[in-house]
C-alpha cells in the first residue's frame, strides 16, 4: 500500500544509531572520536557499493529467517541496555520488571500499528531529539574547557568498536525496497548525521563533562545531569522523555522487523507481535546482556555486508554465465 | 425498503387516491384535493406545511384554473408539461415512492385520471431557522453567516462564494425511512477522482433506516476506528468553501447545518479562517499559541502530578517549598486531587450545556464560584492544583475541535503520570504518537505535512505566509497522500 519515504527511513536510522551512541558505555578518550569516524567511515564505503545492485536478497526464505532471527536477538540486547541504562535515566518505576512490563505493554500496542507507523513516528522523535539536543548543548556551553579536547590515543579501539554495534544496517537491507528515494543519499545522510552526533557528544562529554562523564556509565546521562539550561528548573524531564521514546521506538522497530518478515515468510501467520516480545523479554533475561551483545556483534558484519555481498556476486556470476 | 416505493401509479384517479390514503394511513398532513382541470378529473397533492399556499395558489392553481377544455387526459398532461412552465423543479412521477417522496419534500404533485404518470411541482414553503452566525467556530474578520438546517439553502450559500461550474453538487438519498437529502460537494478540477469514488462506495454502504445528523454517516467515512476525528466539521460556508479549493470533498445533509470534511488532517485543528485575515507575523504567533495549548491542555496537570510525586527534585526551590506547602493538609492524594477536579468540571460543563440557557448561567456561577471557592476554603482542593487545572481546561478551548480526544486522554495522562511519573507520561505520549502516527483519512495520513514530511507545507502549518507567496502555491491536499507500493506490514 505505502511506501516509506527517504525522511522516515533516514529517521529510523539515526533513531538506531543514536540509541547505541547513547548507551555507550564510557568514553575513554578523544580517541574514540576518530576510532569511531573510521568505522562509519568503513560501513559507508562497504554500503554503497552494495546498494547499486539488486541482491534479491529476501527471495530466499533461509535469509529473512536469519534476520528475523538476528532482529529477535537484538530487540532482547536493547531490552538489556534499556535495564542497565533506567537508572542513570532517571526513571521512576520501582523494579526493572515493573519497567519492563510496562515499556511491553506499550511495545505490544506500537508494534501491532505496524512499520509504517513507526516510520511516521520516527521523524517527528527525532525532532523532539534534536531539540533535547539543542537544549543539552545550551546547558553544557557553560561548562566547556575547550582545552580539554586534544588528541589522544586512548578509545580508538573502543570506538572502532562501535562498527558492530550499527544494528540499524540490517534494517536497511529489509526497509531497501520499500524506499521511495536514493538509497545512496538515505545512506549518507545517515551517515554524516550519526557521525555529527558523536562528534558532538564526545565533544561535550569530554569538555563539560570531564574526567567525571568519561569515567562515569553512560556519559550521555551523565552529561544531562550536568546540563541544566536553566538556573530555576531543571531540564531531566525532557530528557527522561526523551530516553522513554526512544526505548519504546528500538522495541517497536526490532518487534515490527521481526513480525513483518515473519508474515512475509508465512503468510498464515497473524499478530505474532506479542509471542516476539515476549522471546525477546525470555532472551534477555535468560541469556543476558554479554551473550546478546557478542552475538549481535557477531551476526551484524554477516547480514549487514556478508550476505548481500555474497548474494550480488552469485548473481552476476549467473547473469554472466547466461550471457 | 418499504412495500409501496416500487408499486407503479394505476391510471384511475379513484384508485390512486385511495392507494395514497390507504398509504398514508389518512394522516392528517396528507391534503387531497379532487378538482376538474380543462374537464379531466383531477386531483392535486400536497403535504401540509411543506407547501407555500400564496405561491401555490398564484403560480399552480390559478394557471391550471383557467386552461381550456382538453379533449382527454393525454392532451392535459402534455398540455401542462410542454407549454406551461408552472415551476422551475418539475419531475414526472411514475411510481408511488417518488410520489411520497415529493409530497415529503414540499411538492405539489397533479394527479390525472386516466394517466399512469403524475406531475410533481417544487412549491417548497417549509419553516426553516434565517441565516445567523454559527454558534461555534467564531471569528473576528470572516463573514457572519452560517449554515441553516435546509440543504438547499445551504447550497446557495455555498455557491455564492464559488461561482464556477468547477464546483459541483451530488444528491443522493440516505437513509431508507427518513429519505434524506444527502449532497456531495468538490472542486471538480481539484479533487482526486479516487477519494470521490471512495466517498460514493462509502456512503453506499450505509444502509440506515434515518440520517438525523451528520454523526450518523460519519463512521462511514472513518475506515479506522481513532481517538481523534479523521472527519472535519464545519458550519461556516467560507471554511467549506477554502476546503473545498484544497481538493477536499464535503458532504451536506438536510436537517443539519453541520457538513462533514474529508479528508482531515492533525493541522486543520489548528487552523481558523481569521489566519488569513491576520498579518502573516501574528497568525503565526497564534498558531505557535495554539500548539502550545494543545500540550498544556493535555499535557500539564499530568506533568504536574508526575514532577510533584514522582521527580520533586526536578522542581525548582521555590517552586517546592509552595507546593509542598499547599498539599501538606490536603485529604486526596495529588492524581485523585487532579482527576477529582477535571471530573468536577466536566460535571458543571455538561449541566451547563444541557439546561436551558437562562439557568446554565446560574449552574456556571454555582460550579465555578461557590464550589470552586468552598473546595479551596474547605481544604479539599490545593490552590495551585486548582490554578494548574484552570489552566488546562482554559488551553483546551483554544482548539476545541480536539477537545473529546484531549479530555479523555488528559485523565490516563494524569493516571500514568501519578503511577510511574514521567516514565509513564512518555509510554503514553509514545503510544498516543504511534495511534496518531497509524490514522488514517482515505489514504491521507493524518500527521501530514509533519510526517511524512513536506518542508513546503511548514509555510502554512509552523508559520503563515502572506498571500503574495500563497497565492502561487496551487496546494492540493493530494500532495499529502502517500504513493503506492506494497503494504508494509
Not at chain 1, 545492485?53 to 530466499?60: A, D, K, Q, S
Not at chain 2, 502561487?472 to 499529502?480: A, I, L, P, Q, Y
Given at each position: 500500500m505505502n511506501k516509506i519515504t527517504s525522511c522516515q527511513l533516514l529517521s529510523l536510522l539515526l533513531l538506531q544509531g543514536i540509541w547505541e551512541i547513547l548507551c555507550i558505555p564510557s568514553i575513554p578518550g578523544s580517541g574514540m572520536l576518530w576510532g569511531a569516524l573510521g568505522a562509519y567511515l568503513v560501513q559507508l564505503l562497504l554500503l554503497l557499493p552494495l546498494l547499486h545492485?539488486?541482491?534479491?536478497?529476501?527471495?530466499?526464505k533461509w535469509v529473512g529467517l536469519v534476520f528475523a532471527g538476528y532482529f529477535l536477538i537484538a530487540g532482547a540486547r536493547n531490552l538489556c541496555q534499556i535495564a542497565s541504562a533506567a537508572p542513570d535515566a532517571l526513571l521512576s518505576v520501582s523494579g526493572r520488571w515493573t519497567a519492563a512490563a510496562l515499556l511491553l505493554v506499550t511495545c505490544l500496542y506500537t508494534s501491532a500499528a505496524g512499520i509504517k507507523a513507526a516510520a511516521r513516528c520516527a521523524p517527528l522523535t527525532l525532532g523532539l531529539l534534536a531539540l533535547s539536543v539543542l537544549i543539552l548543548t545550551a546547558g553544557a556551553w557553560q561548562h566547556i574547557v575547550p582545552e580539554r579536547f586534544y588528541w589522544e590515543r586512548g578509545g580508538i579501539r573502543e570506538g572502532g568498536a562501535l562498527f558492530f554495534t550499527a544494528a540499524e544496517l540490517p534494517m536497511l537491507w529489509v526497509l531497501r525496497h520499500r524506499l521511495e528515494g536514493s538509497a545512496h543519499r538515505t545512506l549518507l545522510g545517515y551517515t554524516l548525521a550519526k557521525s555529527g552526533f558523536l562528534a558532538l557528544l564526545v565533544f561535550l562529554c569530554i569538555t563539560a563533562g570531564g574526567r567525571l562523564a568519561q569515567s562515569a556509565d553512560y556519559p550521555f546521562f551523565t552529561l544531562t545531569a550536568l546540563s541544566q539550561p536553566l538556573q530555576g528548573q531543571r531540564a531531566d524531564a525532557l530528557y527522561i522523555l526523551l530516553f522513554v521514546m526512544l526505548c519504546v521506538m528500538q522495541i517497536t522497530m526490532q518487534a515490527g522487523l521481526t513480525a513483518h518478515l515473519l508474515e512475509e515468510l508465512f503468510p498464515k501467520l497473524r499478530h505474532t507481535a506479542p509471542a516476539i516480545l515476549l522471546t525477546m523479554l525470555g532472551l534477555s533475561g535468560g541469556l543476558g546482556f554479554r551473550t546478546l551483545d557478542g552475538l549481535t556483534a557477531m551476526l551484524l558484519p554477516v547480514l549487514a555486508f556478508g550476505i548481500p555481498c555474497t548474494l550480488l556476486l552469485l548473481g552476476q556470476l549467473k547473469r554472466r554465465a547466461a550471457a | 425498503m418499504n412495500s409501496y416505493e416500487t408499486l407503479p401509479l394505476p391510471a384511475s384517479l379513484e384508485e390512486q387516491m385511495a392507494y395514497l390514503r390507504h398509504i398514508a394511513g389518512n394522516s392528517a398532513d396528507l391534503l387531497l384535493n379532487p378538482v376538474k382541470i380543462g374537464g379531466i378529473p383531477c386531483a392535486l397533492a400536497a403535504c401540509e406545511g411543506m407547501v407555500s399556499s400564496a405561491v401555490l395558489g398564484q403560480l399552480l392553481i390559478e394557471p391550471l384554473m383557467q386552461l381550456p377544455s382538453m379533449p382527454d387526459s393525454s392532451a392535459l398532461a402534455s398540455h401542462i408539461r410542454e407549454r406551461m412552465l408552472l415551476s422551475l423543479d418539475r419531475p414526472i412521477v411514475r411510481d408511488l415512492g417518488t410520489l411520497f417522496r415529493l409530497l415529503h419534500s414540499g411538492f405539489a404533485v397533479l394527479l390525472i385520471d386516466g394517466q399512469t404518470l403524475a406531475l410533481g411541482f417544487g412549491m417548497q414553503g417549509y419553516e426553516k431557522r434565517s441565516i445567523s452566525e454559527p454558534s461555534g467556530e467564531a471569528n473576528v474578520m470572516g463573514a457572519h453567516e452560517g449554515f441553516i438546517e435546509s440543504l438547499r439553502p445551504n447550497l446557495s450559500l455555498l455557491r455564492r462564494r464559488m461561482k464556477t461550474p468547477l464546483l459541483r453538487y451530488e444528491m443522493h438519498t440516505m437513509g431508507t425511512l427518513s429519505h434524506t437529502d444527502v449532497a456531495l460537494c468538490w472542486m471538480d478540477d481539484r479533487v482526486p477522482p479516487d477519494l470521490l469514488r471512495s466517498i460514493r462506495e462509502a456512503l453506499a454502504a450505509a444502509e440506515l433506516?434515518?440520517?438525523?445528523?451528520p454523526g450518523y454517516l460519519q463512521p462511514f467515512l472513518e475506515k479506522r476506528s481513532s481517538l481523534f476525528n479523521t472527519v472535519s466539521v464545519t458550519e461556516r460556508p467560507d471554511v467549506l468553501a477554502a476546503k473545498l479549493l484544497e481538493g477536499r470533498i464535503a458532504v451536506m445533509m438536510d436537517g443539519s447545518p453541520f457538513a462533514l470534511v474529508v479528508p482531515k488532517l492533525l493541522v486543520e485543528s489548528f487552523q481558523t479562517l481569521d489566519d488569513y485575515s491576520f498579518k502573516p507575523y501574528y497568525a503565526a504567533f497564534l498558531r505557535w499559541v495554539k500548539y502550545l495549548a494543545f500540550l498544556l491542555t493535555l499535557l500539564l496537570p499530568a506533568v504536574y502530578v508526575a514532577l510533584s510525586v514522582?521527580?520533586?527534585?526536578?522542581?525548582n526551590r521555590t517552586l517546592l517549598l509552595l507546593l509542598t506547602k499547599a498539599e501538606a493538609d490536603e485529604p486526596l492524594s495529588l492524581p485523585a486531587e487532579a482527576i477529582g477536579v477535571l471530573l468536577m468540571y466536566e460535571v458543571i460543563r455538561e449541566a451547563g450545556l444541557r439546561l436551558p440557557k437562562v439557568v446554565g448561567g446560574a449552574v456556571s456561577i454555582v460550579g465555578g464560584l461557590i464550589i470552586g471557592d468552598a473546595a479551596v476554603s474547605s481544604g479539599l482542593v490545593s490552590t495551585p492544583m486548582l490554578t494548574v487545572t484552570a489552566i488546562a481546561v482554559t488551553a483546551g478551548f483554544i482548539v476545541p475541535d480536539l477537545n473529546p480526544a484531549v479530555t479523555v486522554m488528559r485523565l490516563f495522562f494524569i493516571a500514568a503520570g501519578g503511577l510511574w511519573g514521567m516514565y509513564g507520561i512518555g509510554l503514553l505520549g509514545m503510544a498516543l504518537l504511534f495511534h496518531l502516527c497509524h490514522a488514517e483519512s482515505f489514504g491521507f495520513p493524518v500527521t501530514a505535512p509533519f510526517s511524512p514530511f513536506y518542508p513546503t507545507a511548514m509555510r502554512d502549518v509552523l508559520t503563515r505566509v502572506g498571500f503574495r507567496t500563497m497565492q502561487?502555491?496551487?496546494?492540493?491536499?493530494?500532495?499529502?497522500r502517500e504513493t503506492g507500493g506494497r503494504r508494509v506490514s
Open positions: 545492485g539488486e541482491t534479491g536478497l529476501f527471495r530466499r | 433506516e434515518t440520517v438525523i445528523t514522582h521527580h520533586p527534585e526536578l522542581l502561487h502555491g496551487g496546494f492540493t491536499v493530494e500532495r499529502f
